[in-house]
């Protein structure tokens, strides 16, 4: 009895952990994934420091990973904060350069997700509202996929009208960009439920709130997710624009500093942040929907079907 307990809960009569062929199975994939990762990046890496050492990639215009990953201290003072965009600050002013980074980085992903959250949410409750009511779809719906094509550049000038200069404007921009696209994917979302669903769940005398609450939300769920992980990307290409004129510090703030300074070692090191900031909040994403969507099978779930 005491064997098949410690057998449960993985541990064998020797008092080591007994990995089950499931979890090993698990930690191969999630090692075999890991590694094809740090191939594909090392080959890309591999193939611009050989382009440098030949002499076909000018050090000046394409420096190559070693040079602007190798000197993070100095790459780092170059992160702008409050303080050092106040008139009369020294280059010496403010946080030290690993603060500084922190402080940029926390600042430029703060904006993202606020503003994809709002989005979020805001599409998800107009898009349904949208298919629950044919007065809102008359009346709202024209106006979605009229304002839907607009590149979010456009708002921008609108963002500081409204926001002057700031936190606001970056953070509009980025439910702007995602907010009527996303509220068009809710509704094409609400269209391919299954319509067995919804009949069923009208044979058993559903009322039509309670469908939409337990039949149509649920369903859609699971692309919904997908959409949100998809939109992070634009969220940050958006924020990026947005912080260059309208913030005061931020990662496009500091593209923009390397740009008016020619600085390509600059550019480059910041476009390596924001891809593995990009790349993790993807990976937490992914792991929020596993947590979320526990009905659905993890290729499922990973690829929105």
Same mark, same amino acid.
């Given at each position: 009895?005491?064997?098949?307990?410690?057998?449960?809960?993985?541990?064998?009569?020797?008092?080591?952990?007994?990995?089950?062929?499931?979890?090993?199975?698990?930690?191969?994939?999630?090692?075999?994934?890991?590694?094809?990762?740090?191939?594909?990046?090392?080959?890309?890496?591999?193939?611009?420091?050989?382009?440098?050492?030949?002499?076909?990639?000018?050090?000046?215009?394409?420096?190559?990973?070693?040079?602007?990953?190798?000197?993070?201290?100095?790459?780092?003072?170059? =992160?702008?904060?409050?303080?050092?965009?106040?008139?009369?600050?020294?280059?010496?002013?403010?946080?030290?350069?690993?603060?500084?980074?922190?402080?940029?980085?926390?600042?430029?992903?703060?904006?993202?997700?606020?503003?994809?959250?709002?989005?979020?949410?805001?599409?998800?409750?107009?898009?349904?509202?949208?298919?629950?009511?044919?007065?809102?779809?008359?009346?709202?719906?024209?106006?979605?996929?009229?304002?839907?094509?607009?590149?979010?550049?456009?708002?921008?000038?609108?963002?500081?009208?409204?926001?002057?200069?700031?936190?606001?404007?970056?953070?509009?921009?980025? =439910?702007?960009?995602?907010?009527?696209?996303?509220?068009?994917?809710?509704?094409?979302?609400?269209?391919?439920?299954?319509?067995?669903?919804?009949?069923?769940?009208?044979?058993?005398?559903?009322?039509?709130?309670?469908?939409?609450?337990?039949?149509?939300?649920?369903?859609?769920?699971?692309?919904?997710?997908?959409?949100?992980?998809?939109?992070?990307?634009?969220?940050?290409?958006?924020?990026?624009?947005?912080?260059?004129?309208?913030?005061?510090?931020?990662?496009?703030?500091?593209?923009?500093?390397?740009?008016?300074?020619?600085?390509?070692?600059?550019?480059? =090191?910041?476009?390596?942040?924001?891809?593995?900031?990009?790349?993790?909040?993807?990976?937490?994403?992914?792991?929020?929907?596993?947590?979320?969507?526990?009905?659905?099978?993890?290729?499922?779930?990973?690829?929105?079907?």
């Amino acid at each position: 009895m005491i064997a098949r307990v410690a057998a449960k809960a993985g541990f064998h009569e020797a008092g080591r952990p007994l990995l089950s062929a499931e979890r090993k199975a698990s930690i191969s994939a999630w090692a075999s994934k890991c590694g094809w990762a740090i191939i594909s990046v090392g080959m890309f890496a591999l193939i611009w420091e050989l382009l440098w050492a030949v002499g076909l990639a000018d050090p000046k215009l394409l420096p190559p990973p070693h040079v602007f990953l190798g000197n993070f201290v100095e790459q780092a003072r170059n =992160f702008n904060t409050a303080q050092r965009w106040q008139i009369g600050a020294g280059v010496a002013a403010g946080p030290t350069p690993w603060e500084a980074v922190g402080i940029t980085i926390l600042s430029s992903t703060g904006r993202v997700f606020t503003g994809l959250l709002l989005a979020a949410v805001g599409s998800i409750v107009l898009g349904v509202s949208i298919r629950y009511s044919g007065w809102a779809e008359r009346l709202i719906l024209p106006t979605v996929t009229l304002l839907a094509p607009v590149s979010p550049v456009a708002w921008l000038p609108v963002a500081i009208f409204l926001f002057g200069i700031g936190n606001g404007p970056a953070v509009f921009m980025v =439910f702007i960009a995602l907010f009527f696209t996303m509220t068009l994917s809710t509704i094409a979302q609400i269209d391919a439920v299954d319509r067995n669903f919804i009949n069923v769940a009208r044979t058993m005398g559903a009322t039509k709130r309670q469908i939409y609450a337990r039949v149509v939300v649920p369903a859609i769920l699971p692309g919904l997710l997908v959409v949100l992980r998809l939109n992070l990307f634009g969220a940050w290409m958006v924020v990026l624009v947005a912080e260059a004129t309208g913030v005061g510090y931020g990662l496009g703030q500091v593209i923009m500093l390397a740009r008016n300074t020619f600085n390509p070692s600059l550019v480059f =090191f910041t476009i390596t942040l924001i891809g593995l900031l990009g790349f993790g909040f993807d990976w937490l994403l992914r792991k929020v929907q596993a947590r979320v969507l526990y009905w659905v099978p993890e290729n499922k779930v990973i690829a929105g079907v």
